[in-house]
């Protein structure tokens, strides 16, 4: 990348280079992948007299996976996530388009700090709020009764856990898109517009390609978020029904049972390790075909 | 539809979507200070009293109390990790460097419920559970990253060579660290303090599940949330999230200082 020579006269391994490799190793090992590896351990424990013991019995998978409630809960998160995947995608994408392409530089950055302030703020309270924005006689019912119109029930529904999990992963997801779009070359639009193709063609044609990445990184993120939210299927959902992550919380603390939530916890890694290899080849996919 | 109709449109949508993100922002604030004690319209008149019965309830302060210890260590914690890592990546080249950094990176994306349930039996097996300790572990693993990111981000704005001009002038690496590449990322090191606090002042479930009966100030509002609805979960709400923001702001002010001055860089310390 630059003229001065590479550094060939340090030897590579010394005790400084060890000295600031090993606390991400160490720390990540013992308090990450340790936890993870004591989590599946546990799902061949056992619960006796409600006490834990350790046992290798296949027992709790059985359970698990003998009951309907388990499917019932799986089939449900992971659709609420594929939808809240594919919707929160489709909301930001004109909102990442406009910041990209038309918005002034200085509103572009206002912008950027205002998606990254929600990523990092609040997440529970902001949950709580649209409780009150969305309850029986709530804000928006308020209204609608102002205009003389009849009420809405919306909270308790899947509509108000979408609502929870689109305010979680939007902001998150259109700055990547955002981010994407920024690297798409514009010569490329302007080349496209000069060869007569129309501004819908255009979007379709030349700006989503080259930026699939981002949209494909970005609905995975999306669907990441909402398959282990917690917070909206069950204060804004009213988990009616419950998702996985109600499932575990719900064996830890009210059924005792550590080894069966041990189980769903681990359904839930394998089917996001297995959805994040399946998106990794979607995006980075050679583009086939025709060119 | 001419383009400047279309331009219109689309400016129009990007302000609904960013009022969608503010509504319930908006909507805690303001009815923090309403006097009623359910929150609807119309709006009932200001009122401080829910602020006041924050400010007496005990649990309240104890749990802000531990909050502040979890984050401000898992700040300095996590922020030394991630710098740590961050400068591995920068300067050296190795076998298995792509694991060693999927590793560092890759606790964000698991399910905080997840790491919650793993860390409530590891924590029992080694003895923590229950403890503020437990809780700052497993706080530093998911905010460890966050930093990391930041600091490599400065530091790809500094040339990799003067390192080596500092070694071939005598200077020791460890002289080199403290007096060229410290300095350097100091805008990199706040804003990944900053962050790593907040990350850590907002995180509930790794808490709810090991905190035992310490618990920090998320996990009261999450135990407020499963009791009544009161408008003293927006008041704590609201400080919650003043806390937060201006958190954030901090990092993305030393950030943007440092973008600003970003021609200087790369030719010594900007």
């Known amino acids: 990348m630059d003229v001065t020579p590479p550094k060939r006269s340090r030897p590579r391994i010394d005790r ?148 929870g999990y689109v305010t979680l992963a939007l902001p998150l997801v259109l700055l990547i898109q955002l981010f994407s779009l920024s690297m798409v070359d514009k010569r490329l639009v302007e080349a496209a517009y000069n060869l007569g193709c129309g501004p819908l063609k255009t979007v379709f044609k030349v700006v989503v390609p080259s930026a699939r990445v981002g949209l494909v990184i970005g609905g995975t ?52 390790m297995a959805t994040l290899t399946v998106m990794s080849a979607v995006a980075y996919r050679r583009r086939g075909g025709a060119r | 539809m001419n383009a400047a109709t279309v331009r219109w449109i689309l400016m129009g949508y990007v302000l609904l979507v960013f009022l969608f993100i503010l509504a319930p922002i908006l909507t805690l604030v303001a009815f923090s200070f309403n006097v009623d004690r359910f929150p609807a319209l119309p709006w009932g008149g200001f009122s401080l009293a829910w602020y006041e019965a924050v400010f007496a309830d005990e649990t309240v302060s104890t749990g802000f109390r531990n909050t502040m210890i979890v984050a401000v260590t898992t700040a300095v914690v996590a922020t030394f990790i991630g710098f740590a890592t961050a400068y591995v990546d920068y300067r050296y080249q190795f076998t298995g460097k ?88 100091k805008p990199a090191i706040l804003s990944s303090l900053a962050i790593t606090a907040a990350v850590s002042f907002d995180e509930f479930m790794i808490a709810w599940f090991v905190s035992g009966i310490h618990e920090t100030l998320p996990v009261r509002i999450l135990a407020m949330l499963q009791g009544q609805v009161s408008p003293r979960i927006n008041a704590v709400g609201s400080l919650v999230f003043l806390v937060t923001v201006a958190l954030v702001v901090v990092a993305q002010i030393a950030v943007f200082s440092w973008r600003r001055k970003r021609p200087l860089a790369g030719g010594g310390d900007g």
């Open chain 2, 98 to 185: 792509r694991a060693y950094l999927a590793l560092a990176s890759l606790p964000p994306t698991v399910p905080v419920v997840i790491l919650g349930i793993a860390n409530l039996s590891f924590m029992a097996a080694i003895g923590l559970s229950g403890t503020l300790t437990a809780v700052i572990l497993g706080h530093v693993v998911i905010a460890a990253p966050y930093a990391m990111a930041l600091i490599r981000i400065r530091l790809a704005d500094l040339d990799p060579a003067i390192e080596p001009a500092a070694w071939n002038l005598g200077a020791t690496p460890w002289a080199t660290m403290g007096q060229v590449i410290v300095p350097f990322c």
């Open chain 1, 16 to 163: 400084f280079a060890v000295f600031w490799a090993s606390p991400s190793l160490v720390w990540q090992v013992a308090f990450f992948v340790a936890p993870l590896v004591v989590l599946v351990w546990m799902t061949f424990w056992r619960v006796k007299n409600f006490k834990l013991e350790q046992d290798f019995i296949p027992d709790n998978w059985i359970r698990i996976f003998s009951s309907g409630f388990f499917y019932d809960a799986f089939l449900y998160t992971f659709w609420m996530a594929l939808v809240a995947a594919v919707l929160i995608t489709l909301i930001a994408f004109p909102a990442a388009y406009a910041l990209a392409f038309i918005a002034s530089p200085r509103t572009r950055t206002l912008a950027i700090v205002a998606l990254i302030t929600p990523f990092f703020t609040s997440y529970l309270v902001r949950i709580y709020s649209w409780q009150i924005i969305l309850a029986e006689k709530g804000i928006i019912n308020g209204v609608l009764g102002l205009a003389g119109i009849s009420p809405v029930n919306i909270i308790g529904t899947s509509t108000a856990t979408m609502v």
């Open chain 1, 221 to 272: 993120f999306a669907f990441l978020f909402a398959f282990g939210d917690y917070v909206s299927p069950l204060f804004l959902g009213g988990s009616k029904p419950p998702t996985l992550s109600i499932l575990i919380t719900d064996q830890v603390k009210s059924g005792n049972n550590w080894p069966r939530a041990a189980v769903v916890a681990v359904v839930m890694v394998i089917t996001l």
